[in-house]
Nanobody, 119 residues
Framework: QVQLVESGGGLVQAGGSLRLSCAAP????????MGWFRQAPGKEREFVAS????????LYADSVKGRFIISRDNAKNTVYLQMNSLKPEDTAVYYC????????????WGQGTQVTVSS
């Protein structure tokens, strides 16, 4: 079992920045692809960004492309989501997720962290 712990959420004005972190304490997750998802009130959870186990491949939702950056530090068992030029529509609970490299489905999820962007 992989435990994922997110941090870094909060309240920010439109145009501001936040950096989310997701740690897997006590376990090396260098064999896991990692992703960030979000869920706004009344909406389904949606994909935001992903990064391969090596960090060489990244993927972004069109809605965040050019504004968000996903990265990882395998030595620290941590994945990050740098969010810039935030918009009110980015307001959501953000979830970190992990899956074994090569698997199709994310099997490990964090508890979520709230991001609120005021206009």
């Amino acid at each position: 079992q992989v435990q994922l712990v997110e941090s870094g959420g909060g309240l920010v004005q439109a145009g501001g920045s936040l950096r989310l972190s997701c740690a897997a304490p006590g376990r090396s997750f260098s064999v896991y692809d990692m992703g960030w998802f979000r869920q706004a009130p009344g909406k389904e959870r949606e994909f935001v960004a992903s990064i391969s186990w090596s960090g060489e491949a990244t993927l972004y939702a069109d809605s965040v492309k050019g504004r968000f950056i996903i990265s990882r530090d395998n030595a620290k068992n941590t994945v990050y989501l740098q969010m810039n030029s935030l918009k009110p529509e980015d307001t959501a609970v953000y979830y970190c997720a992990g899956k074994r490299a090569g698997f199709a489905t994310y099997g490990y999820w964090g508890q979520g962290t709230q991001v609120t962007v005021s206009s």
